[in-house]
C-alpha cells in the first residue's frame, strides 16, 4: 500500500484478498501508469478544446510544425511518428484539410505522392494551441517536485527504450 492510497491501491487490496500468492508488483505499475495516463489525457484534451481541436489533431499539426519550414511532410512519415495506420491518417487528413488547417499537395520529388503542409491558418493554430499546451503541461507535472520528475522521466526512458527495442 503506497503512502498515499490511490484507486490502484484499493485494487490491489482485492486482488491480495483474492489470490495472496499472487506477484501485484506488475500490476501496480502497468495500473498507476494507466491511471495517470488517464488523467492526464482528461487535463490535456479540456486544454485542446478550448482551442477546437481533438488531442489528434493537435498531433498532427503539432507534427508539421516541429518538422520546421516549410512545415510539411508525406504523409508516411506522418503516420509512422503518429503510430496510426495510413487509412486513419487518410481520414485525419481529410478533416484538417476541410478546416483549412492543412493542404495536400504534389510532391515535387515524386509523382505519385502528395505531402501534406500546413497553411497560415494551421500554423497560427497550432502556435497559439502549443504555447497553452506546454503551460498546461507545467501546471499537470507543478505537484511534484523538480527532482521527481527528473528521476520519472528517467525510469519511464528506460523502460520505454527495453519496450521499443522489444518491438512493442
Same mark, same amino acid.
Given at each position: ?8 491501491d ?15 508488483? %506488475? ?5 498507476? +501508469?494507466? =491511471?495517470?495516463? @488517464? ?5 490535456? $484534451? *479540456? ?28 504523409p ?31 510532391? %515535387? ?5 502528395? +505531402?501534406? =503542409?500546413?497553411? @497560415? ?5 497550432? $502556435? *497559439? ?36 527495442k522489444?518491438?512493442?
Amino acid at each position: 500500500m503506497s503512502a498515499n492510497p490511490d484507486a490502484v491501491d484499493a485494487i490491489l487490496a482485492q486482488w491480495r484478498r483474492e489470490k495472496p500468492d499472487l506477484d501485484l508488483g %506488475p500490476m501496480s505499475l502497468i495500473g498507476r +501508469l494507466g =491511471r495517470c495516463a @488517464a488523467l492526464i489525457r482528461r487535463r490535456l $484534451d *479540456a486544454e485542446f478544446e478550448r482551442f477546437g481541436l481533438s488531442s489528434w489533431e493537435f498531433d498532427v499539426l503539432a507534427t508539421l510544425y516541429r518538422s520546421g519550414t516549410p512545415y510539411c511532410l508525406a504523409p508516411t512519415a506522418l503516420f509512422s511518428t503518429l503510430m496510426v495506420t495510413s487509412g486513419t491518417m487518410t481520414h485525419r487528413l481529410k478533416g484538417l484539410e476541410a478546416r483549412g488547417w492543412i493542404v495536400r499537395e504534389a510532391n %515535387p520529388g515524386d509523382a505519385r505522392s502528395l +505531402l501534406v =503542409r500546413l497553411t @497560415a491558418e494551421g500554423l497560427t493554430q497550432i $502556435d *497559439a494551441a502549443l504555447l497553452a499546451h506546454v503551460e498546461n503541461e507545467k501546471r499537470i507535472m507543478a505537484p511534484l517536485p523538480a527532482a521527481d520528475q527528473a528521476e520519472l522521466d528517467a525510469a519511464l526512458a528506460r523502460l520505454l527504450a527495453v519496450l521499443e527495442k522489444d518491438g512493442v
